[in-house]
Structure formats: structure tokens, C-alpha cells
């Protein structure tokens, strides 16, 4: 089973653009919970320009399934995952000013920080995963820094698949399937749709989590939140 960890980063944009309470984030993570969400993914970014720091202690209050936090594991980052401690945190090498998450981690250059990091969070009880692009050499270097899951890192796969998903999907294969074999369990993200994740999903038996924000919440304008959720899970079945 794959489980769709919903992103809400898009709804704490809205909520900032007038600068009140609308639409409510806790509210909305509760609902993306009751429409069949398996778990709620949040990336706190430095300038809050989304997701506010406050807004995770809010959250750790309510979510039920599981609490996945992103983000780049700068001092401020680790105290907050120390103190929330959710179910899942995910490092992500994205610079203070990138518009979104761009590249994974390199494994090999970054082991030592990485080992360390993993090993302090791992202290707390919380399952680590990092972010990595589809590479072997890097999945290889995951191994190493001790973590307990990758996600890979999607967004060469969603632009490639509208051209062809065939060559779109092989260095996903390859890097889940070297995952596998050296005992990682495997997430994916970021520009995931309803249109590529269904051939996603088939083609990596082994994906455990996708976390969906950015077009989910798009189609959400359209179809609703509730039927917008339900759709993306039927494209997990
Ligand atoms: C790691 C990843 O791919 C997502 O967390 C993505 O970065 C969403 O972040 P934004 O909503 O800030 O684009
Ligand atoms: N980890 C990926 C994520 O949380 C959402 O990415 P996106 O769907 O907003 O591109």
C-alpha cells in the first residue's frame, strides 16, 4: 500500500495572502484527514512565506495519522522536529531563497553532516527520510548516512512523462529497486498529479508514501477537496 500524505503548504498561502485565518490550517489538515488522507506534509521554509513554525505546534495537536515535516535541517529546523517530534522528518537541501525544493541531497559529499543529523533525530523517535534525486550513487550514499527512507525527488519524472514515461520512469526504477535491496524504505515528491502518479505507483511496487501538495491543492478549486483526495487515492490502488 502507498499512502498519500497530503501537503498543506498551498493552504497556509492562501491563508497569508490577506494575512487572517482563512482558509484555517488546522481545519484544513483535520478535513484532508477526514477525506481519507493517510498522512499530512508540511515544509516549514525559513521565511515562512507558508507553513509558520507556529502553525506545526498547532498541527502536532491535531493530526492523527502521520506527521511528515520537510525542510532543511538548519539549526531553528532541528529544535523545532526536536520539540514536535512527528512521525516522519524529511532533510531537504533547499536554499533559503529557492521557490521550491530543486535537488536532492548529495549523499557522499554531505555523509558526515547527514550521519550526524539522522543519528540526533533518530534519538527523538522519529523515522528520518531524506530527499534524493533518482541516482544510484546517491541512493548508495543514503544507505550509509543511516537513514531509515528516501524520497525521491519527482520533478524530472513529471516533466519527462509528458514526453515519455517509459524513459521518464527508468531511473526511478532503478534507484527504488537499488533502495530496496539495501533496506530503504521509499517516499516520492513534488510535482506529482493525476496525471503521473498512477503509472508512478505501478511501476515502483515498493513506494511506501507520495506527499502531494502543490496540485492537489490546485484541483481541489475544482473538484473539492473531498473528491480531489479521493480521486488522487484511487490512483494508489
Ligand atoms: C520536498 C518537496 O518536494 C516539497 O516539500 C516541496 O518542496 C514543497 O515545498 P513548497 O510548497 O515550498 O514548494
Ligand atoms: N515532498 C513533496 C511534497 O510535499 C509536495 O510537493 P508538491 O506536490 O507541492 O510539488
Same mark, same amino acid.
Given at each position: 500500500m502507498t499512502k498519500l500524505s497530503v501537503n498543506i503548504n498551498k493552504i497556509a498561502t492562501l491563508r497569508n495572502a490577506r494575512g487572517g485565518?482563512? #482558509?484555517n490550517v488546522v481545519q484544513a489538515a483535520k478535513d484532508c484527514e477526514r477525506f481519507g488522507a493517510q498522512g499530512i506534509t508540511v515544509h516549514p521554509r525559513p521565511d515562512e512565506r507558508h507553513i509558520r513554525y507556529r502553525d506545526v505546534y498547532d498541527l502536532k495537536e491535531v493530526v492523527t495519522t502521520e506527521f511528515n515535516i520537510e525542510g532543511n535541517p538548519t539549526p531553528d529546523f532541528l529544535k523545532l522536529v526536536k520539540e514536535v517530534k512527528p512521525d516522519q522528518v524529511t532533510l531537504v537541501p533547499d536554499? #533559503?531563497?529557492?521557490i521550491t525544493s530543486n535537488a536532492g541531497w548529495d549523499t557522499i559529499r554531505h555523509k558526515d553532516f547527514l550521519t550526524q543529523t539522522i543519528l540526533e533525530l533518530k534519538e527523538y523517535g522519529m523515522r528520518v527520510s531524506i530527499f534524493v534525486n533518482p541516482d544510484v550513487g546517491m541512493v548508495e550514499g543514503a544507505a550509509l548516512v543511516g537513514t531509515d527512507r528516501i524520497e525521491l525527488y519527482t520533478e524530472a519524472y513529471a516533466t519527462g512523462y509528458r514526453n515519455s514515461p517509459e524513459q521518464a520512469i527508468a531511473p526511478y526504477a532503478n534507484a527504488a529497486q537499488r533502495a530496496q535491496q539495501l533496506g530503504l524504505g521509499i517516499n516520492a515528491g513534488h510535482d506529482l498529479d493525476l496525471d503521473n502518479l498512477k503509472y508512478l505507483k505501478n511501476n515502483l511496487p515498493e513506494l511506501a508514501e507520495v506527499s502531494i501538495g502543490h496540485a492537489l491543492i490546485c484541483d481541489a478549486l475544482y473538484y473539492g477537496l473531498e473528491n480531489t483526495i479521493q480521486l488522487y487515492l484511487r490512483q494508489l490502488k
Open positions: 485565518d482563512r #482558509p536554499a #533559503p531563497d529557492a
